[in-house]
């Protein structure tokens, strides 16, 4: 009984501390020692470059993961991790400006993680009874295939082949298309926008791409200024802001993921052009921690909660079995030999019971930003370069750069832009 009240005390506290910890605050930034989010410091730099302009800005190539070695054990983990470290190497390799890298790890990210789990079936073939989760070859989660084709459409369109960038957009929407809840479906704002800059190099949008904008409901996200331009000269630019949702395994082992929100310091962004254009984007065009919390109940989990009510059960029937076996071993004649044969029966329970792994997967892409803000302009009316700002709270500027516009006609220009905090 003692042991009852301590563990009931034990997950009492637990919950209040899982609570408590609902959101992970990210680090502060500083320049030269002082943090830059106080009224008259100094803000930072936005990282901002021109996806495929052939001015790379950093090695990172360490990051690919390397092929998996002879050591079968070593072997085997780096295959079932390799498609979230392929998908963190193509993402950096896009802020680094090195597309020939960034193409290589999404092209294999994308192979790796395959399709969606679309039924229960699916998962279940995907479940052996006995194994965990981890042990399989890491597929990501909804939002962060979708992230992933974004990424991976943006150089194409970058390199002006809409054809492929539309595929690649049009694949990132349909990557959540079997969340349980219409409304949570193929809602990605940032996508959508993006698909319609593709179409637009294609000259193929229509009366519907324009209608489905007002039909659909984006989790929140705000069409951001220009969207509706065509652009003789196009220029998207894309600010990705903080950092991704944190997965947690669910305390109790039913099997759910439970989404931890990173909140950014970021609350808009702002371009201001050479000819005194301001475009801005007031809010979020997507929150990424929305789009994985709000995708409804993954099949895995419905598979995994089914295998922790199994593993509950073997346990209940083990106990049961084990104080029968116990109490009929004490009695005379056959039913002593019965007792023994149940608290056999009950060890068999007992040990069908460890074998059966209940917990969620928490591999994740690392590089899933917190926020996107989209902003799409017309290279004429930006003139030969453009201010970016992060704005705060208080529409105060927390970081800026400068990008120099250079979209040629008929193409566009992709700027990408990266603040971590």
Known sequence: MRHRITLALLASLGIVLLISCA???PPEATFQGRTTFAPGFRPLKVSATTLADGD??????SAYPPMPSGDRKVSDQDIRDRAAALADCGIAACYANDPALARRALDEAIATMGGHVATASDAKARALFFSKESDKTFRGEPHERAVTFLFRGMLYLAEGDAENA???????????AMASGTEDRSD???????LLAAKRMLDSPDAADWQAFIAKEYSGGGLPDGWQTTAVRPVVILLAAGRGPVKQAEMLRNGELVYLDVPSKVRGFRVLGEKNTTLACA???????VQAATRGKREMDKVLAGKAQTRRGLKTTSGVLKDVGETMENLPGGLSVLGTALRIGAKASELAARGIHSEADTRKVELVPNEFYLVMADANRLGASATLQVLGQADEVLAEGVASIRAKPDGAQVILARFPY
Request: aromatic fraction near 8%; charged fraction near 25%; proline fraction near 3%.
């Open 283 to 289: 809010s979020p065009t997507d929150d990424c921690f």
């Open 188 to 194: 990605w704002l940032s996508i959508d926008l993006l």
């Open 166 to 176: 539309q595929a690649c957009f049009k694949s990132g929407a349909l990557q959540d």
């Open 23 to 25: 959101t992970v605050r």
């Open 56 to 61: 790379q800005r950093a090695d990172v190539s």
